[in-house]
């Protein structure tokens, strides 16, 4: 049986705590979906329907990853392969996030 996917307030309240993890607070945009004149600052609505976009089509795919075995490994060895993570950039970054 495959999984639900998250509604878009379960997404929501995601997306708001991961970003208010990071020190960022939607809730000094602009309510709605119009922009700040002035500013030009994105609604709020219009972020949440954005990061909610990204979130669908991105996490998925990454969660999804396995590297690819070596041409003759055993079994044993492709199973371990495959569940290391996603290749990073910088992956020295993600240390401190490990431990």
């Known amino acids: ?15 708001r705590a991961r970003l208010a ?12 979906t119009t922009a700040d004149p002035v500013t030009g600052s994105p609604g709020q609505d219009s972020v949440l329907a954005s990061l909610r976009s990204f979130v669908r089509s991105t996490v998925t795919a990454l969660a999804a990853y396995q590297l690819p075995a070596p041409a003759g490994s055993t079994p044993a060895v492709a199973k ?20």
């Open 21 to 32: 993890s990071l020190g960022i607070d939607l809730s000094q945009l602009p309510p709605g």
């Open 80 to 99: 371990a392969i495959s569940q290391q993570a996603a290749p990073m950039l910088y992956p020295s970054i993600s240390t401190e996030w490990r431990k």
């Open 1 to 15: 049986m495959a999984p639900t996917p998250p509604t878009d307030s379960e997404l929501d309240i995601l997306i």
